[in-house]
T-cell receptor, first 113, second 111 residues
Framework: DGGITQSPKYLFRKEGQNVTLSCEQN?????MYWYRQDPGQGLRLIYY???????QKGDIAEGYSVSREKKESFPLTVTSAQKNPTAFYLC????????????FGPGTRLTVT | KQEVTQIPAALSVPEGENLVLNCSFT??????LQWFRQDPGKGLTSLLL?????REQTSGRLNASLDKSSGRSTLYIAASQPGDSATYLC??????????FGPGTRLSVLP
């Protein structure tokens, strides 16, 4: 079964702690993306990667970090510097960044208290 | 910078009705437009992708149209069913940018 997996589905952390969200895809896609979704708002791009060992900041990268050591994996770390980390985080992938169809994972809901 | 809006924000219709969801964008130099469905607490499911050279795409009861010059796209759902209840989002891709998403339209189809 091809697709994108995100784990865990729910994540709870105390303020001041870093937390890493997992994203794995077996679609053989080159490009991967991280989005944040807040109630009543559209998705906002955090980071994206077009190729292994390379990634670019999106619109709201402050307080987040990523790595792309393998084609299949694109983990997102929410650092303690992120002022309002509680949100729904969505990972996506596509064959390329030139406007190819995006496929999404099931999401991770992060709650920081 | 591209901005995407969707009207209405919420829509409630009785089962069996045909309905239209609207998506507007400010920069017409798009490469493509994608419609998604999102169920509560879930990820996005791709419904239709329209390339800039296309005017419409169809999948089952869904038909999406694109008018680049006016900066508009519509998603037509025929014979709506309670299972169609979800939030529908559109996203556009501009040259040199990434996908920009609209805020979505929350659809409720009443039995």
């Amino acid at each position: 079964d091809g697709g994108i997996t995100q784990s865990p589905k729910y994540l709870f952390r105390k303020e001041g702690q870093n937390v890493t969200l997992s994203c794995e895809q077996n679609l053989n896609h080159d490009a991967m993306y991280w989005y944040r979704q807040d109630p009543g708002q559209g998705l906002r791009l955090i980071y994206y990667s077009q190729i292994v060992n390379d990634f670019q900041k999106g619109d709201i990268a402050e307080g987040y970090s990523v790595s792309r050591e393998k084609k299949e994996s694109f983990p997102l770390t929410v650092t303690s510097a992120q002022k309002n980390p509680t949100a729904f985080y969505l990972c996506a992938s596509s064959f390329g960044t030139e406007a190819n169809e995006q496929y999404f994972g099931p999401g991770t809901r992060l709650t920081v208290t | 910078k591209q901005e995407v809006t969707q009207i209405p924000a919420a829509l409630s219709v009785p089962e069996g009705e045909n309905l239209v969801l609207n998506c507007s964008f400010t920069d017409s130099a798009i490469y493509n437009l994608q419609w998604f469905r999102q169920d509560p607490g879930k990820g996005l499911t791709s419904l239709l992708l329209i390339q800039s050279s296309q005017r419409e795409q169809t999948s089952g009861r869904l038909n999406a149209s694109l008018d680049k010059s006016s900066g508009r796209s519509t998603l037509y759902i025929a014979a709506s069913q309670p299972g169609d209840s979800a939030t529908y989002l559109c996203a556009v891709w501009n040259y040199g940018q990434n996908f920009v998403f609209g805020p979505g339209t929350r659809l409720s189809v009443l039995p």
